[in-house]
């Protein structure tokens, strides 16, 4: 098995007193390489245990791992269409973010066939999707300035203008109402639409620097943001609009960017700005940061992650040409 691996011992860093009884808990990293070189295998989805999709971006394909075996399998997309990001579906399908081709595309595994969806006029760079309780899928624009909606029935697109110009939506998440969230990553805001009349709000973070990339969604409600501009990691309170927030421990140039919530509601997310890249926990109970953890292979940039519950692993792709898991205590 063709595997890099670490195991690194974690303390939460409210318990690194002389003191400090408090059992170690250990994360483990694994990573493996991608067999074709310099694609920016990124965003990937985990379907299976033994079935972990993800986009070559510079490399204009769909691959899937196989981590037990280290097997990994590959379907060529267009040229130049800049796989941005994929979701699989309750069938099997997988659905993919055809970013620099104005498209969202449906692979069938079985038997290759893809299905290209085009954007309407001023969607032109689809970048993040985000499956809806119902199946369906929201999507940001961020050149565009736009949010989308995918009915996966008809087809059918609804797009929705993002007013403030330069607002670059971003990471985006659903809750279980079907209600889609996300970053608006050129300034500071936090957006969301009502999917039955697909009227947009936001909510204006307190510092007008902060520039929020990637969010996720705690079971109490809250929407967790990573401040990519200055290191902190933000909590929204969508009832009263309240915000807080944490310096990350790596500081103002952490550049925090990958992000995810476990089964635990503990937020996990990547320093970039390090080299190594650096993975940490949060914990919203205690207000305590893991150590933050060495990626193996310095990673060059994690630029999204996702939770798959069963095992209680993080999944991850690197701009140093790995799939990464990170096995959570």
Excluded: C
Aim: aromatic share 10%.
């Amino acid at each position: 098995m063709n595997r890099i691996q670490s195991i690194v011992w974690l303390v939460p860093l409210a318990l690194l007193l002389p003191a400090a009884s408090a059992a170690q808990e250990a994360v483990e990293i694994d990573e493996w390489p991608v067999p074709w070189e310099d694609t920016r295998p990124r965003d990937p989805y985990v379907e299976s245990p033994d079935r972990v999709w993800f986009v070559g971006q510079r490399g204009d394909y769909l691959g899937l791992l196989d981590p037990s075996s280290g097997e990994f399998e590959k379907w060529d997309l267009d040229p130049g269409a800049g796989p941005h990001n994929l979701i699989v579906d309750e069938s099997g399908d997988v659905w993919y973010a055809g970013n620099r081709a104005a498209h969202i595309g449906r692979l069938e595994p079985a038997t290759g066939e893809i299905v290209k969806i085009a954007m309407p006029e001023g969607a032109r760079d689809p970048h993040t999707l985000a499956l809806g309780p119902g199946g369906d899928i929201w999507f940001t624009v961020q050149g565009g300035n736009r949010v989308g909606h995918l009915d996966v029935e008809t087809g059918e697109v609804r797009i929705v203008e993002i007013p403030t110009p330069g607002a670059r939506p971003y990471g985006i998440v659903v809750d279980p109402d079907g209600r889609p969230w996300f970053t608006e990553f050129g300034t500071n805001r936090i957006g969301t639409v009502d999917p039955a009349t697909m009227e947009l709000s936001d909510y204006p973070l307190p510092r007008p620097e902060a520039r929020p990339r990637r969010l996720a969604r705690t079971s109490d409600g809250m929407i967790w943001y990573v401040d990519y501009a200055t290191g902190r990691l933000g909590r929204l309170d969508p009832e009263s609009g309240e915000v807080r927030e944490w310096p990350v421990p790596g500081g103002g140039d952490a550049r925090p960017y990958g992000m995810a919530v476990d089964a635990q509601d503990r937020l996990w997310f990547v320093e970039t700005g390090p080299s190594p890249n650096r993975f940490v926990g949060f914990d919203p109970a205690t207000g305590a940061f893991t150590a933050p953890v060495p990626i193996p292979s310095g990673a060059g940039t994690v630029r999204h992650m996702v939770f798959h519950e069963p095992s209680g692993t993080v999944w991850f792709g690197t701009d140093a040409n790995t799939i990464g898991r990170a096995t959570l205590p």
